[in-house]
């Protein structure tokens, strides 16, 4: 097996697990989470982020920031995975007294390092620790996921034109672009292309991609520049699907926020090959 074939099966078991997780715990924002899935995955797996589960809060560490909060169980899963937390930890979702919320907080388990979930504000909040980088002199990188839907928050691009301006070429940010939020389609709430034309314009590196091809993903992710700290930060623009990878979801703003019914889970159970024994 290649890497590049190890990567998909990691993608497929964290996707399936998702599910599992969102299931069984009586809710989660599903859709998003399950665009974001092939990104997580090259970034945790195929040797992008440094980090040592055993050592969560190693200095040199790499930092990771889920802006888009609301897809939280996918960090979760991916944490799990990765083993920052047990798979007995990630059962508790949705139960009570868990420390998996529906939105990632700070110091509530290993490997979260925001408390996310107020769009708009994880870009903010990764270009203070990058800023902080560069001037103690420190070599880790930070890396930020947002939602496309929050790029319509002011304080997006306040902290994009801070990031540009400082030179902060430690940071990337990675935009899950399935072009969809909450209730409709992002052109009919509020429109955002050129999205790469937008962000080449605040002065960042632009990559566009496709976000469910890892190997692509890594190809952005990776030829950055010798000297991180005189060159501007990367925006990779990751052309999405919401939903991906279970057919009725599929680029449905429906599937935003919702659990299926008696019918749509066994198209799930048989696209994901999830088992009776594995759902509660």
Known sequence: MTGLENLKKIAAKIRKELFITVYNGGGGHIGGALSSVEIMTALYFGGVLKYDPRNPEDAERDRFILSKGHSSTLLYTTLANAGFISAQTLATYGKPDTRLGGHPKIGDIPGV??????????????????????????????YVLLGDGECQEGSVWEAALFAAQRRLGRLTAI?????????????????LESLAGKWKAFGWDVIETNGHDIAQILNALGGREENHDDAPPRAIIAHTVKGKGISFMENEPLWHYRLPNKEE????????NISDEELI
């Open 265 to 272: 889970l066994k198209i799930v159970k048989t696209e994901l």
């Open 113 to 142: 390092e925001a408390t996310t979930g107020a769009l708009g504000h994880g870009l903010c909040f990764a270009t203070g620790i990058a800023l902080a980088a560069k001037l103690d002199g420190k070599n880790y990188g930070t």
């Open 175 to 191: 935009v899950d672009y399935n072009k969809l939020q909450a209730m409709d389609k992002l052109c009919n709430i509020i429109g």
